[in-house]
């Protein structure tokens, strides 16, 4: 079966430091990789989208950036955090129409 | 644009009765969509997929319609426990270009009174 992993749990940065939030998914190959933001009350935004390896696609204009660098790891990073990238971040990935998510990170920037 | 809403208000009920939340939608129309719960501090989780050409769908004490009319979804929990609370969210089909993508309601937050 297939499951997807998230690290860290939490994670507490001043501003203007760098970010790197991690994903990997187990059980199956070559999936479509997803990262979301969820702020304290508003739905799930669809930050970064990836079909491929290498191959991604922003849906909002930000302060953050995404990489593939292997086909079941997909990985957000900003060089400079902003209080406004505090949120809690989902990745997950689709087998067909259904999505799957992973555990989340809770990030808070102080 | 799009617009998808659901009732932000929490919504409570005494257990065994039947919860009804509701999703609506504006300026799309969506080849499925989609039910998902999300425990506090915890990913989605799939529940239920509806198609447009389908009027209901079942799953154990879940039931979900979908009317391309009225633009809406409505999501039953019958027999409800306390163990059902949780915040529910829907999601429609935004699939471009052959890729799946998603658009997600803000969640209704479910209490069941014991």
């Known amino acids: 079966s297939q499951t997807i992993h998230q690290w860290p749990a939490t994670l507490v940065q001043p501003v203007g430091s760098p970010l790197s939030l991690e994903c990997t998914v187990e059980?199956?190959?070559?999936?479509?990789l997803y990262w979301y933001r969820q702020a304290a009350g508003r739905g799930l935004q669809l930050l970064f989208y990836s079909v491929g390896i290498g191959q991604i696609s922003s849906e909002v204009p930000q302060n953050l950036s995404a990489s593939r660098p292997q086909d079941r790891q997909f990985i957000l990073s900003s060089k400079k955090l902003l209080l406004s990238d505090s949120g809690f971040y989902l990745c997950?990935?689709?087998?067909?129409?259904?999505?799957?998510f992973g555990p989340g990170t809770r990030l808070l920037v102080l | 644009s799009q617009k998808i809403e659901q009732n932000s208000e929490a919504l409570n009920i005494q257990e065994g009765k039947t919860a009804t939340l509701t999703c609506n939608y504006t300026n799309y129309s969506p080849a499925y969509l989609q039910w998902y719960r999300q425990d506090p501090g915890r990913g989605p989780v799939f529940l239920l997929l509806?198609?447009?050409?389908?009027k209901e769908k079942r799953k154990e004490r879940l039931k979900v319609t979908f009317d391309t009319t009225l633009k809406q979804s409505l999501f039953h929990i019958t027999a409800s426990q306390p163990a059902d609370s949780a915040t529910y969210l829907c999601?429609?089909?935004?699939?471009?270009?052959?890729?799946?993508?998603?658009?997600f309601g803000t969640g209704t937050r479910l209490k069941v009174l014991a």
């Open positions: 997950a990935f689709s087998l067909g129409e259904t999505q799957y």
């Open positions: 509806i198609r447009e050409n389908e």
């Open positions: 999601a429609l089909d935004h699939t471009t270009s052959g890729t799946y993508k998603y658009i």
């Open positions: 059980g199956t190959s070559n999936p479509n």
